[in-house]
């Protein structure tokens, strides 16, 4: 137990927040800390303090670069030494550079050999298996915990200069992988873990990117990767991206899905996604990635630690044990296989219009998670909950038709849009503005 008062001690001086209990039952992180009673279990308690410490304003919203993100490294470099985990090499922190232009440009190649680069770390820690017949095999859970600072590039309220503290995106994902850390520890399963929070996320999967070309665990022998970007908001269904990557993942979902309390589970097959998952699908790792998906404070400074439900995280962090158990236990490791491309890569563009796509979303169309206020799909009409299906007279199937469809548009030019609002089809016209 000496390493959960040791955890205590660390989610004590980084300010944990209360728990309020809403008229649903469920666990919504509140603003002022209540005693809190270390445990191995996913508690909802200990999720909303790790929120609170990675989200509070003193962390000025950890953007990949500063020594903002520097102290959240540094902080979850001691939480990973509080739990017990080892240290690969010697140290948590697995520092990297990147190009200071990707700060500006996305575009630009962050592992350029620009003369101006900025440091950055992944914070590792690694439990080894208990068989030693495959404890030199191991499954990588992780999560970023850099965000967008004070806004700029990559803010969907690019005007307002407000800290962006990233409570759903991503402290929650880092939460969720010290939650595990602690569950695992009190019953070791037969494959090593390697828990990642990776660094520089926003600006392109970099600490990701990084990991993979130098691996705290060989590659050849990681077994499977399963990110956590966006789990402190469930709602009527968990989104779980990746699961074409290996034949073993259908009836592992299927057994997930008939868990006691499990949401509804929304599966994209495509391993390639807009997190760091799709770094290790690239080399060829099959990845299971948990999203509860987008909301109106997605990239906004309202992404705060109250609007948090870690008692809906601790649900999924009870299904994302289940499937690392299975993993980890089997008597054979699970294969890898190429995923239906469900997704394509996005085009570059130039013009935006204000949306947030809902990326779990598999019917027909690209529905529409979050309308930015004051922007050009709601000045035009379009609403949240809407069903895009066409614009600029292309057909639009899903998130990545969208941003082809995008990429063929010019600012200030007006266009058509088709949505559908409760199975109505309704025609806009929408003037993009440029990035």
Not at 139 to 158: E, K, Q, R
Not at 190 to 210: D, K, P, Y
Not at 251 to 268: F, H, K, M, N
Request: charge should be negative.
């Amino acid at each position: 137990m000496r390493r959960f008062v040791l955890l205590f001690a660390v989610l004590i001086a980084f300010a944990a927040p209360a728990l309020a209990q809403n008229g649903g039952g469920t666990s919504i992180c509140g603003p002022t800390p209540p005693a809190v009673e270390p445990t191995p279990a996913i508690a909802p308690a200990e999720i909303c303090a790790t929120v609170a410490a990675l989200a509070a304003d003193s962390l000025e919203g950890r953007r990949a670069g500063t020594v903002h993100e520097e102290r959240a490294a540094a902080y979850l470099a001691s939480r990973f030494q509080a739990l017990g985990l080892e240290a690969p090499g010697g140290s948590y922190i697995q520092p990297f550079r990147f190009s200071a232009a990707a700060m500006h440009d996305p575009h630009a190649d962050p592992h350029s050999a620009a003369d101006s680069t900025l440091a950055s770390a992944n914070v590792v820690g690694i439990l080894r298996g208990s068989d030693p017949a495959v404890a030199d095999q191991a499954i990588v859970l992780g999560a970023h915990y850099d965000h967008l600072g004070w806004g700029g590039p990559g803010s969907l309220s690019p005007d307002e200069r407000a800290i962006h503290n990233g409570a759903d995106d991503n402290a929650s994902g880092v939460a969720g992988v010290l939650e595990l850390a602690g569950h695992f520890l009190e019953s070791r399963p037969r494959r090593s873990l390697v828990f990642v929070a990776f660094g520089a996320e926003e600006l392109g999967t970099i600490g990701s990117q990084r990991y993979v070309r130098e691996p705290a665990w060989p590659l050849e022998r990681t077994v499977a990767m399963l990110n956590f970007d966006m789990i402190g908001r469930l709602r009527e269904r968990l989104v779980v991206q990746g699961t074409g990557s290996s034949p073993a993942w259908p009836a592992l979902l299927d057994s997930l899905a008939a868990l006691p309390g499990a949401p509804e589970i929304a599966r994209v097959p495509d391993g390639v996604g807009p997190s760091d998952h799709a770094s290790f699908y690239v080399s060829r790792v099959p990845v299971l990635a948990f999203f509860t998906g987008a909301h109106d404070d997605y990239h906004r400074p309202g992404d705060d630690v109250e609007r948090i439900d870690g008692g809906g995280e601790a649900r999924v962090l009870e299904i994302a044990a289940a499937a690392i158990r299975s993993i980890a236990d089997r008597d054979e490791r699970v294969a890898y296989s190429e995923a239906p491309v469900t997704q394509r890569q996005a085009a570059a563009f130039k013009v935006a219009l204000g949306i947030v796509p809902d990326y779990g979303w598999g019917e027909p169309g690209m529905r529409i998670a979050s309308v930015r206020p004051g922007g050009p799909a709601e000045l035009a009409g379009i609403m949240t909950d809407d069903v895009l299906v066409e614009l600029g007279g292309m057909p639009i199937a899903d998130v990545y038709a969208y941003t082809a469809a995008l990429a063929a548009l010019e600012a200030d030019v007006p266009v058509q849009a088709v949505v559908t609002r409760a199975g109505t089809p309704v025609e806009l016209t929408v003037v993009p503005e440029a990035r």
